[in-house]
Every structure is written in C-alpha cells, then in structure tokens.
C-alpha cells in the first residue's frame, strides 16, 4: 500500500532556513500537502502542490516535488520561533478516494 | 471559513464504557474523517463517511464504530473503551468535489484517556 515517510526531527537557529523532506510511495497521487499542527492543536493545511508542478513558493514557504524520485520537500526561510511545530507531509490515498495519507511528521524546534 | 468543531478537548474514560466522539461541520461537506494520532506513529485512518449514512473502514477500524445520520455530523463510537484507545482523536472534513482547495479541514482535536 501507499507509504509516506519522512525523518521524525529537525533542529534550527532562529533565521536559518529549515528544509523538512518526505518521500511517498504513490505515483498516481495527483495533490501533495504540507500541513502543521501547533502544541494541542488541530492540523492546518499550510501548503499543496499538484502533480504537475515541480515547484511552488508562498512567501517563505517553498515546495519542491521530484516526481521520479516520489521527492517532496519543504524549505521555510528564514526560520522563527513561531515555526516551532509538527510538519506532515500528506499524499491523496487514491485507493480510499479522498482519504489522506500522512506521513509521521516532523517536529522542528527553533532556537533563538 | 469552514469550521470542524469537536465536542470535547479532553476526556477520561473508564476501560469498558462507551464512548461517543463528536464532529460538527458546518460547511456542508460531503466527507468526514476520524483519524487518531499517536507519537512516533503520526496519524492513522479509523473510519471516514462519503456522505450520510454511507461509511468506509480505515486502516484500523477494530474497536470502533461510526455513525453518520445527518451530513454536519459525524459521530465515533468506542465500543468497549480500553487503555491501549488512549489517544489524541481527530476530525476532518472537506467537500466532495475534486481539486486540492477544498480542504481536509480538521477539528481541533480530542485527547481521549482511558483509565
């Protein structure tokens, strides 16, 4: 079945850049999705990509998706504490029809 | 903005009751989704309903029940509540159509503690 894994920590300075990689399994999953969940909150969708796109930026957000490697990453610029959080990476379970398929998730601690 | 309420932040439980999740959505979204997370094992699919009274067993439905009568609410039911249900519970809905926008909105969760 579809898998989407992605490394369970990352540390950095407050300013730096953080880049939180996952890997799916899934060829046909047509949207990509970053979502964060703040301490004792519920998940927020903070970005998307679609299939066909090898790129997409939003302000200081910047997706990468390498299809032929089943690749995405999220780069945030210039990191701040406020960006302390868990990051899941998230792909569309084509076999349940709309169910998403998350990834563990990636808990980044900022530093000041 | 859409909005996925869930009735309650916090529950404790005793091992053997039952137990009724609440989620509201008040967009009129075709789908909900029960998902539980837990550290280390991210969040795993219960149940999820394509509309009313219409539901879909998840990677792990064992322990659990749905029910959807009315299309604003989705509803999960612990059977027989035990200590190894103790997680943090989650909701989600968005609407039936395709295209990314329509969200995967989610409630702000339940921490459920069986005892």
């Known amino acids: 079945g579809e898998d989407v894994e992605q490394s369970l920590f990352l540390s950095v300075r407050e300013g730096d850049s953080s880049v939180i990689n996952c890997t799916y399994t899934d060829s046909s999953s047509t949207y990509l999705y970053w979502y964060k969940q703040e301490p004792g909150a519920g998940l927020q969708l903070l970005t998307y990509i679609f299939s066909n796109m090898d790129m997409k930026q939003d302000q200081r957000l910047t997706v990468l998706l390498n299809k032929k490697d089943k690749h995405l990453s999220l780069r945030i610029a210039d990191t701040q504490t406020g960006d302390s959080a868990i990051y899941f990476c998230?792909?569309?379970?084509?076999?349940?029809?709309?169910?998403?398929?998350f990834g563990k998730g990636t808990t980044l601690s900022v530093s000041s | 903005d859409v909005k996925v309420t869930q009735s309650s932040r916090y529950l404790v439980k005793r091992t053997g009751e039952k137990v009724f999740l609440e989620c509201v959505q008040d967009m009129d979204h075709e789908n909900m989704f029960w998902y539980r997370q837990d550290p280390g094992l991210g969040l795993r699919l219960i149940y999820f309903?394509?509309?009313?009274?219409?539901?879909e067993k998840g990677d792990i439905p064992e322990g659990y029940s749905v029910s959807r009568e009315k299309k604003e609410r989705f509803s999960l039911i612990l059977e027989s509540a035990s200590t190894n249900q103790t997680s943090m519970y989650l909701c989600?809905?968005?609407?039936?159509?395709?295209?990314?926008?329509?969200?995967?909105?989610f409630g702000s969760g339940t921490r459920l503690t069986v005892v």
């Open positions: 309903s394509y509309d009313v009274k219409m539901k």
């Open positions: 998230a792909e569309r379970d084509n076999q349940a029809g709309t169910a998403l398929i």
């Open positions: 989600a809905s968005r609407n039936g159509g395709t295209g990314v926008g329509y969200g995967y909105t």
